[in-house]
């Protein structure tokens, strides 16, 4: 079993032992048919809407004591430079470079460098099929925080997840140069979701890296919950969110960030429970702006 790792993103803290640090809460903003935006191409979109968003998640982390970040999406670099110019004005949160394709993941951080972000940006992500060209540039860029994903196709098993991450050639050796490393089990289905968050709670007993997962929207394409209505729905993306930090996922990316409001008072009262049973074992909360002082 490898020791935890605690990692500061911003002013954030990810990670450390059980009940240590509140999960982080990761809301997605200009992704595909996001209806706030105009043009995904040019980066247009709903300013007062945008900020609008990012305040409510940001009055929630605050009420709650949940940390949250806000998940940047873009089709292309113009318009994900943009995004993150605009969100880093209205937030002093972390916020996740998200690209679709590598090249523009690229182009957009050496904006991030240029105009001094690269503390508080997060490189999302590197995966099994990565080029050698990017683990190139996260060097040159000096890409200090990055999220990997661990899926394996050649073995789906958790213990294929390890394979993929661990060795001279495995993806953690190719990012030596990053500073702070998230794992992010993929979640392809509903199915998969269990399967995830046994890698989740694997690679944290192997590695010690803060690890979380993203596993509410798979639930949208479950047919049997669209025939049951929108509040069955809320029910299981709150039963998913729960399975997930019983497994103990150091954050959650829940989705659109509009749903805010329904996830973070969740979170807040889990992160507490488990925090004050840990107390019992001489695990203590590492800040009083912790849930458990603060909300619960």
């Known amino acids: 079993m490898s020791a935890t790792k605690t990692v500061k993103i ?7 032992k059980e009940g240590e640090n ?21 980066g247009e979109f709903d300013r007062k809407k945008a900020e609008e968003l990012i305040v409510i998640q940001d009055e929630w982390s605050d009420k709650t004591g949940v940390p949250c970040m806000v998940d940047v999406a873009g089709e292309t670099s113009q318009a994900l430079a943009k995004y993150i110019d605009f969100v880093s004005s209205v937030t002093d949160k ?7 394709t590598w090249r523009i993941r690229v182009e957009a951080m050496k904006y991030v460098n240029e105009v001094g972000l690269n503390d508080r940006v997060v490189y999302t992500s590197i995966n099994y099929v990565s080029p050698d060209e990017e683990f190139r540039a996260l060097k040159e860029l000096k890409v200090k925080n990055l999220i990997m994903q661990t899926f394996n196709p050649k073995n789906i098993r958790p213990e294929g997840a390890l394979q993929l991450l661990s060795g001279e050639n495995g993806l953690l050796a ?7 490393i998230l794992l992010l089990p993929t979640v392809l289905d509903l199915a998969s979701v269990g399967l995830s968050l046994k890698t989740l709670k694997y690679l944290k007993e ?24 929108q509040e069955a729905k809320k029910i299981c993306v709150g039963g998913i969110i729960g399975l997930s930090i019983a497994y103990g996922a150091d954050f959650i990316i829940y989705g659109s960030i509009r749903k805010a409001p329904e996830v ?16 019992f074992y001489g695990i203590r909360v590492k800040s009083r702006d912790h849930p458990l002082y603060k909300y619960f």
């Open 10 to 16: 911003g002013e954030i803290y990810l990670g450390g």
């Open 22 to 42: 509140p999960i982080v809460l990761i809301g997605c903003m200009f992704y595909h048919k996001h209806k706030i935006v105009k043009d995904h191409v040019r």
């Open 94 to 100: 972390p916020i996740l470079l998200n690209g679709a």
């Open 174 to 180: 190719k990012c030596s140069s990053v500073e702070n």
């Open 206 to 229: 192997k590695l010690g890296y803060p690890c979380g997962i993203a596993p509410c929207g798979v639930v949208g394409y479950w047919k049997r919950v669209k025939e049951l209505g």
């Open 264 to 279: 973070f008072p969740l979170c807040a009262m889990l992160s507490s429970i488990i925090s004050y049973a840990n107390r």
